[in-house]
């Protein structure tokens, strides 16, 4: 059984508090106590954005730069429990969650816990930030698949402090806007293994246009080709692993959508390359120090 009492849940949220008040909510009925829960306000511009949080007596963290890195570090950082979760503020963990999540960690050589992402209702398009197809159970360094999200995920305090954390200038509101979470579990997977967790399950709101979700395409590109150009320096095999990987799979996705004709399927993967490509451009010349990016420039 996990053990709920051990864990402190960092929600990173920019005004949405329609999407805000349906996370916490949720995550009071998976019996998470609000003393437990730290809300990140990343440079709202709505003065109302937090005030779900306030009105359930929520710890509350205020940001004046944005960025999803930046917020999830100020978070954990201000926690005091052994293990910490990232849920974001449009997600809908299950009842049974905290303590689902919390299980795998009694294994002392698992360092980090993904857990399920799905949608409740069809959607027309793809989904965004689901975890269909990863299989259950334990995952180490060499795993080149999906492993999971920072969307719904826990780690080991000490080891997140050992890494650094997320590396700011990856994911939302960052230089390179995506795979701040991957890059954090390249990191991590250096101390121990990870482990998926399909009944630590989470609902993702999809509640964005097409016009939003091409938009994200770009930005997991990005996101993805600066993580590429990182790994390069630092773990070379690993880069034409991952590399060798996401190109099969971009393949095989191009081709199961020309079948279909699926247009906005082909729109999509033609975001996502084009942002590879901008990643890796622009990340190739930034020194890496401790794990991190670095930039002369603010982000």
Not at 75 to 80: D, E, I, K, Q, V
Not at 197 to 221: K, T
């Amino acid at each position: 059984m996990g053990d709920g009492s051990r864990l402190a849940v960092v929600v990173p949220t920019r005004d949405r508090p329609e999407l805000l008040a349906g996370c916490l909510a949720a995550l009071c009925a998976a019996q998470v106590a609000a003393e437990d829960i730290i809300v990140v306000d990343s440079a709202s511009s709505d003065p109302d954005a937090v005030e779900p949080a306030r009105a359930l007596g929520i710890t509350v963290l205020r940001c004046d730069r944005p960025g999803a890195s930046l917020a999830r570090n100020a978070g954990w950082r201000m926690a005091r429990q052994p293990l910490v979760a990232f849920v974001d503020d449009d997600v809908r963990v299950g009842p049974t969650w905290a303590t689902t999540i919390t299980a795998p960690f009694s294994s002392s050589d698992i360092v980090l816990v993904t857990g399920a992402v799905a949608v409740d209702t069809p959607v027309s398009d793809r989904a965004v930030a689901t975890t269909d197809g990863v299989a259950g159970g334990r995952f180490s360094v060499d795993r080149t698949g999906h492993v999971g999200a920072s969307a719904n995920m826990a780690v080991r305090r000490d080891v997140l402090e050992a890494v650094g954390g997320f590396d700011e200038l990856l994911g939302a509101g960052g230089r390179f806007r995506a795979a701040e979470d991957l890059d954090l579990f390249d990191r991590m997977l250096g101390y121990g293994d990870g482990w998926h967790e399909v009944s630590a399950r989470a609902v993702h709101e999809q509640w964005r246009s097409r016009r939003d979700l091409l938009g994200l395409e770009l930005s997991y590109g990005i996101g993805f080709g600066a993580r590429l150009a990182k790994l390069l320096r630092t773990d070379r095999a690993r880069a034409a692993a991952i590399a060798g990987y996401e190109a099969r799979r971009l393949v095989k996705d191009l081709v199961a959508d020309v079948r279909r004709s699926y247009e906005f399927g082909l729109l999509s993967r033609a975001a996502w390359t084009c942002g590879v490509a901008a990643g890796v451009a622009r990340a190739v010349l930034l020194p890496v120090r401790a794990g991190h990016f670095h930039s002369r420039q603010p982000c």
